[in-house]
């Protein structure tokens, strides 16, 4: 069963810079999957931030581009979110996620906090 343990989260001002990363264990596939970003602010849906496929081809919501770059290690299996001129819309839960044969498994989340 695959495990995910996000970190980096925290409080930064505006403008400021975050990384998170996320390190997945329990399969021996995780590097062939995907690695997504999520967030989830209070009283708002979970949003798609970013995502990383197993050969590195990206995706970005609108709401980051520019701002956030992902990544992953030689190893792939810990996924990185770097955060740079953070604002007050991104605070929020981050969270990774993987689907692996029919099941979708996610980490507890970090709290990044945006704010002066």
């Known amino acids: 069963q695959v495990q995910l343990v996000e970190s980096g989260g925290g409080l930064v001002q505006p403008g400021g810079s975050l990384r998170l990363s996320c390190a997945a264990s329990?399969?021996?596939?995780?590097?062939?999957?995907?690695m997504d970003w999520y967030r989830q602010a209070p009283g708002k849906q979970r949003e798609l931030v970013a995502t990383i496929d197993g050969g590195g081809s990206t995706n970005y919501a609108d709401s980051v581009k520019g701002r956030f770059t992902v990544s992953r290690d030689n190893a792939k299996t810990t996924a990185y979110l770097q955060m740079n001129g953070l604002k007050a819309e991104d605070t929020a839960v981050y969270y990774c996620?993987?689907?692996?044969?029919?099941?979708?498994?996610r980490g507890q989340g970090t709290q990044v906090t945006v704010s002066s």
């Open positions: 996620q993987i689907h692996d044969r029919g099941s979708d498994y």
């Open positions: 329990g399969s021996t596939l995780i590097r062939f999957l995907s």
